[in-house]
């Protein structure tokens, strides 16, 4: 179960590189409206011990801090990423985050890209939306097609729908990366290779025309037990069509 400081790292990311991360969710806690199965931060009813979120000024001052001893130190940055212990988005103050994360990238790390993986249910949010189109790299997460496959492999909070959310991307007009994990699970009765998940989801594809779509599996311990991950090999023959149409793809095992 990973609990990460306000700002973290740098990790190596299989998808970014050298990744400095911010969590703008509790240090010791967990806030996320999924919870999907192979979450490395735990399910959420084990994250409650902890619900105080970090303002806009303590990001601030957090990451200016470590941006200027990374640079004392030589460390190059290839991401500053959202990411942390659940949902960012959900943080009140993430529009002025982003415009204040901007600035300090621009003066400390200029050759770094702002990266925010999200579960995209606050894309319809105008707010957020506008605070997204800023970054670099917008990576927005849907694992299935349909509203009864996403409860099963990421929970949702009531409310949730796919429709609204592929509506919602399309306002990027392409300009976005799609994110999607690969799994198998008896116990959740969900594989991803099945044509109920892949050719809905190819579909999804098709309507919003991502930049790019990294596709990849799981790779830590999970909270749901006997969850099974995808090879590379296997990850690039189901998704061959896209690569076929001319998609840009990345798989990470």
């Known amino acids: 179960m990973i609990r990460e400081e306000t700002v973290f790292g740098p990790i190596f990311s299989r998808r970014l590189g050298t990744s400095l991360g911010i969590n703008l969710l509790p240090q010791k806690g967990k806030i996320c409206n999924f919870d999907c199965i192979y979450c490395e931060c735990g399910w959420n009813k084990d994250g409650r011990n902890d619900t105080v979120l970090p303002t806009a000024a303590k990001v601030r001052a957090d990451l200016e801090n470590m941006l200027e001893h990374l640079r004392r130190q030589e460390v190059k940055v290839d ?78 909070a009531p409310g949730y729908d796919i429709a609204r959310v592929v509506e919602a991307l399309k306002q990027f007009k392409g300009n976005f990366i799609l994110q999607t994990c690969m799994l198998r699970s008896k116990e959740y009765d969900f594989d991803s290779s099945r044509p109920e998940v892949l050719d809905g989801w190819m579909e999804i594809v098709r309507q919003l025309r991502p930049r790019e779509i990294m596709v990849y599996t799981i790779d830590r311990p999970t909270p749901a037990q006997g969850l099974e991950k995808f090879t590379v090999e296997e990850m690039t023959a189901l998704v061959q069509p896209l690569i076929d149409e001319g998609f840009k793809l990345q798989i990470k095992g």
């Open 79 to 156: 991401s500053i990423t959202f990411s942390g212990d659940g949902e960012p988005t959900l943080n009140p103050e993430f529009p002025q985050i982003i415009d204040d994360t901007l600035a300090l990238r621009d003066q400390l790390a200029p050759t770094a890209k702002v990266s925010v993986l999200s579960n995209a249910t606050r894309v319809h949010l105008p707010e957020v939306f506008k605070a997204l189109c800023k970054v670099d790299n917008p990576i927005m997460k849907i694992d299935a097609p349909t509203n009864e496959l996403i409860a099963r492999i990421n929970k949702p």
